[in-house]
């Protein structure tokens, strides 16, 4: 393939919408998120089933509506991995496809903590009257989102090796500066840890939470922004997509 022939075959690929597109729905995830944990938190009463059940039902909308927004940031994600894949093959193919399998992979696991989040909504409409008493209801309403709490920080290992493996890449291109590439990997750094944390020391892990969450925040925030804002250098990305491409040749 010649190089004008190369150069015509880039150019049918522009990743400047690509990279804005990632941006946005990098933001709508961590927006989503955001209110999808201040919707179904505060409904949560550690160690009190009784209390976490009458929350749910008096405020069930409210318990919905964290879960319809941990849902959209799901899907907001699943389309940062792949419009984020496509922007930095021009780095590395090989490793591109490596964070979105991570990514995908952080999805899926946590689509069952989503389904787990929907459990004590089919438990506490009294659907098993002759099965349970509604203390025990309330028990096993209680234990689901227990787990929901358990499950979720296993995909948060995946999204932090995915963050990584995404800042290196920014780091290493010449389109896109390298410090969001540099604090995209300290906050992924910082989910694996707060996840592992979580699985080694239960009673220490969660403390870490208030500190890790604004650096990893920061990092992925920094970034989506800069993407949505300011794109790419395409004229960069390009050049070195090209050379990606003739390295593979």
């Known amino acids: 393939m010649s190089k004008s022939e190369m ?28 209110v999808g944990f201040i919707a179904a938190a505060p409904l949560i009463v550690a160690n009190d089933a009784a209390a976490t059940a009458a929350n749910i ?29 496509y922007v930095l093959k021009a780095v590395s193919r090989s490793l591109s496809t ?30 098993y009257p002759s099965a349970f008493t509604t203390s025990q209801l309330q028990a096993m309403s ?23 493996s995404i800042g290196y890449l920014v780091a290493r291109s010449t389109f896109l500066p390298r410090i969001l590439g540099v604090l995209l990997a300290i906050g992924g750094t910082c989910y694996v840890i707060a996840s592992f944390a ?22 992925e925030g920094s970034l989506g922004l800069w993407l949505l804002v300011k794109g790419v250098n395409e004229q960069r990305w390009f050049e070195q997509a090209r050379v990606a491409k003739g390295s593979r040749t």
């Open 57 to 85: 039902l008096t405020k069930e909308s409210l318990f919905r509506l964290g879960f319809a927004a941990d849902l959209i940031s799901g899907l907001s994600y699943l389309g940062v991995t792949v419009f984020l894949y």
């Open 198 to 219: 979580n699985f080694l020391i239960p009673s220490f892990g969660p403390r870490l939470v208030p500190f890790i969450m604004p650096v990893a925040l920061i990092g």
């Open 7 to 34: 150069t015509t075959d880039f150019r049918k690929e522009s990743p400047v919408l690509q990279a804005r597109m990632a941006g946005g729905l990098w933001w709508l995830c961590i927006l989503a998120g955001i």
């Open 98 to 127: 490596l964070a979105a399998f991570f990514g995908l992979a952080g999805v899926a696991i946590g689509a069952a903590s989503w389904v787990i989040h929907l459990t004590p909504l089919l438990l506490l409409h009294d659907q």
């Open 142 to 164: 209680l234990f689901a989102l227990k787990l929901q709490l358990q499950v979720f920080p296993i995909a948060m290992v995946f999204f932090g090796i995915q963050c990584i």
